[in-house]
Structures are given as C-alpha cells and as structure tokens.
Nanobody, 125 residues
Framework: QLVESGGGLVETGGSLRLSCTAS????????MGWFRQAPGEEREFVGA????????RYADSAKGRFALSRDIVTNTAYLQMNNLKPEDTAVYYC????????????????????WGQGTQVTVSS
C-alpha cells in the first residue's frame, strides 16, 4: 500500500514536499514513479526514481524545479517541488510497478500496478 501526504495550498513561487510511504513491508519494486492529473486532463508523468541507486528521471515540466529522493530505511519517496506555478495544480500520485516488472516506458501509467491515494496540490496565482 502506498500512502501519500504533503499536498496543500501554496502561492505561486512557493514550495511543497510530497511523501509516499510504502506501508506493510519493505518496498521491493525497482522504482517509484510520480504522476499528476489536473481536472479534465489526462494523467501526466512527473518523474521516477530508481530505488536501489536513487537515480531520478524527470519529465521536462519538472526539470529544474522538482527533485526526487527516497529513504530506503523508511520506504519513503519524496517529491520536492519548488517555484510552483498555477499550472502545477493537480492531484499528485505516487506509483510503483509490480516487483520484477519495471515499466518499459517510465512515463506510461500502464506500467505501474500500485498507486497511492493521491494528494491535492493547489497553486494560487
């Protein structure tokens, strides 16, 4: 089970840090992905972090403003979002692929089996 926290309301230019904790057992998937979905829009890839190496991958929209990290001890992934813009307003989801089945395309939501409940991020202008 993936449990998210950290969303909220922030002004343009502000920052938020989202957390995603894999509860129940040691996180064993190869990576953790992050997606977001704005009202009326399709779910959009934000980034992913390879669990073992801790190496991140970012969508173009996230490069330079967002940072991914993870804590192996607590089974928690983090999405640090800086210089937020109104267009970042969305529900943010963390997601993990099935163990042993890393997605061929990191940016495709179909490659992920487990999803967090989502957390709302609202950026006011």
């Amino acid at each position: 089970q993936l449990v998210e926290s950290g969303g909220g309301l922030v002004e343009t230019g502000g920052s938020l840090r989202l957390s995603c904790t894999a509860s129940g057992r040691t996180f064993s998937s190869s990576l953790m992905g992050w997606f977001r979905q704005a009202p009326g829009e399709e779910r959009e890839f934000v980034g992913a972090i390879y669990w073992g190496a801790g190496s991140p991958r970012y969508a173009d929209s996230a490069k330079g403003r967002f940072a991914l990290s993870r804590d192996i001890v607590t089974n928690t992934a983090y999405l640090q979002m800086n210089n937020l813009k109104p267009e970042d307003t969305a529900v943010y989801y963390c997601a993990a692929p099935a163990v042993g089945w890393p997605p061929e395309d990191l940016s495709s939501s179909s490659g992920y089996q487990y999803w967090g409940q989502g957390t709302q991020v609202t950026v006011s202008s």
